[in-house]
Nanobody
Framework: EVRLVESGGGSVQAGGSLRLSCVAS????????MGWFRQAPGREREGVAA???????TYADSVKGRFVISKDNAKNILYLQMNSLKPEDTAMYYC????????????????????WGQGTQVTVSS
């Protein structure tokens, strides 16, 4: 079992920055991937960024060059640094962990992630 708790969301103006944090506890040694997903009102949840246990990362095209996913392995905290925020980045952001040591073909798909946090809201105004 893995517990994920996100924080760091808030309201910013376009062009601003936020850093999301996700504290992971429990059986995290089985998590080959951890990632960030988001869901805007009326839209499906989408993958934003993912990090494999070897440190490799994957980003959605919409956030490449603006968002950076990283992990403090000592503290077991996953981060998402979000820069140059746009109104279209407004969404509930969720941290997710894969949990079964699977190798995922597409780490930005929900399939394969079995642990989810409660979400943290990010609102970007123009």
């Amino acid at each position: 079992e893995v517990r994920l708790v996100e924080s760091g969301g808030g309201s910013v103006q376009a062009g601003g920055s936020l850093r999301l944090s996700c504290v992971a506890s429990g059986s995290t040694h089985n998590c080959r991937y951890m990632g960030w997903f988001r869901q805007a009102p009326g839209r499906e949840r989408e993958g934003v960024a993912a990090r494999k246990i070897d440190g490799s990362t994957t980003y959605a095209d919409s956030v490449k060059g603006r968002f950076v996913i990283s992990k403090d392995n000592a503290k077991n905290i996953l981060y998402l640094q979000m820069n140059s925020l746009k109104p279209e980045d407004t969404a509930m952001y969720y941290c997710a962990a894969e949990g079964r040591n699977w190798d995922l073909d597409n780490p930005l798909r929900e399939f394969g992630y079995i642990y989810w946090g409660q979400g943290t809201q990010v609102t970007v105004s123009s």
